[in-house]
């Protein structure tokens, strides 16, 4: 039986410093469960951009379709702020989300009890908070064609074209009830079919979808309302399907929910692959932290978490998934903090390795 196989692209600022401390979890798994990955390591982003000319080698993006997961830190700085666009580090991000073909986003939002006081709600609003968002990730305004800057008579005008097949909903939509159905059985789709045709599509395939699903509590609500609603009382909801715009500002606005993005994981999932496993890709919300890079102050949660996804969406390991989950929930609870974590003075923070260690032990304390 083969180990399953993992490609890790730390990428940029603090990517490579949370990635080491996933590295100690897989060999914490290699020790003491006797679990063992086959993992390789590349580069992507802007320091792919500095050895290769691009952000994503072709190298690079053929071992990414060919391994069960791929596992990635953060991209980009200041640095690159002056590249031309299309070879900017967030473009191999995207090329590997668009050429693996990850149409599903699923960003959780979870509220860990230790860290109710940090969010900017009050404490009764957020604590207990546990929300998926689906977000759409290969089609929309993002990819739409026509796109650019044209000259149209004497200025410029710049085009981004929403686009959605019947299919492209179709997909994601079965993605978030086949979701809902593990969870609470209930699904919000959010767009803007008030003012805009393909909004009106996205909820008319959506519906249809549903009568496959009985089992879930379908609702549809106007995206700027569910805005409105995540900020006013999360906890009505429990998946939240939309598309890709919608989906990316509404995951950051639930992430802010729960305190921190340093503790936000994400997972990028498409179609099965001939194992029957989803083609996958893994990585924290949370960008490349560039004025912090290198100086141990990173949270490593959110990554660390990204890998407990791996485990149990591409690995079928969600019983060593909890345990992950269980081990950072731990840490919280005893009072481990990174800066990002302390909101009070006098107190040292934990470094990025420390973080890491405690999460170790919880591991180890677990067995």
Request: with cysteine.
């Amino acid at each position: 039986m083969t180990n399953p196989s993992l490609l890790i692209l730390p990428g940029d600022g603090i990517g490579p410093e949370v990635m080491t401390e996933v590295r100690k979890i897989i060999d914490w798994f290699g020790a003491k469960r006797g679990i063992t990955f086959d993992v390789s390591e590349d580069l992507v982003g802007g320091c792919a951009y500095d050895k290769h000319g691009t952000p994503l080698h072709d190298d690079t993006m053929a071992k990414a379709q060919e391994v069960d997961a791929v596992l990635l830190g953060a991209v980009g700085g200041p640095k690159y702020d002056n590249l031309d666009f299309s070879v900017k580090p967030e473009r191999g991000l995207l090329r590997l989300r668009k050429e693996m073909d990850l149409f599903s986003n699923l960003r959780p939002a979870q509220c860990f009890d230790a860290l109710a006081d940090f969010s900017s709600l009050k404490k009764d609003v957020v604590a207990g908070l546990d929300i998926m968002i689906v977000r759409e990730l290969t089609s929309g305004v993002y990819f739409g064609e026509p796109r650019g800057i044209f000259e149209e008579g004497n200025e410029r005008v710049g085009i981004n074209t929403q686009r959605y097949t019947e299919s492209e909903i179709d997909r994601v939509a079965r993605s978030a009830f086949d979701l809902a159905m593990k969870r609470g059985k209930k699904l919000c789709s959010m767009e803007k079919a008030n003012v805009m045709e393909s909004g009106i599509l996205w909820r008319e395939v959506v519906t249809e979808v549903g009568k496959d699903y009985p089992e879930v509590e379908l609702s549809h609500m106007y995206a700027d309302a569910g805005a409105m609603q995540l900020t006013r009382w999360p906890k009505q909801f429990d998946v939240i399907v939309t598309d890709n715009l919608f989906g990316d500002l509404l995951s950051d606005l639930a992430a802010m929910l729960t305190g921190s993005l340093g503790m936000l994981p994400s997972a990028s999932l498409g179609a099965p692959m001939d194992n029957g496993r989803p083609k996958a890709l893994y990585e924290p919300v949370h960008g490349s932290a560039p004025d912090i890079a290198g100086q141990g102050k990173a949270n490593p949660c959110a990554c660390i978490l990204s890998f407990a996804m791996a485990l149990r969406y591409s690995f079928d390991m969600g019983e060593e998934a909890t345990r992950v989950e269980q081990a950072v929930n731990k840490v919280l609870g005893d009072g481990v903090r990174t800066a990002d974590l302390l909101n009070e003075e006098g107190i040292t923070p934990a470094t990025t390795a420390e973080m890491g260690d405690a999460v170790i032990a919880a591991l180890d304390a677990s067995l």
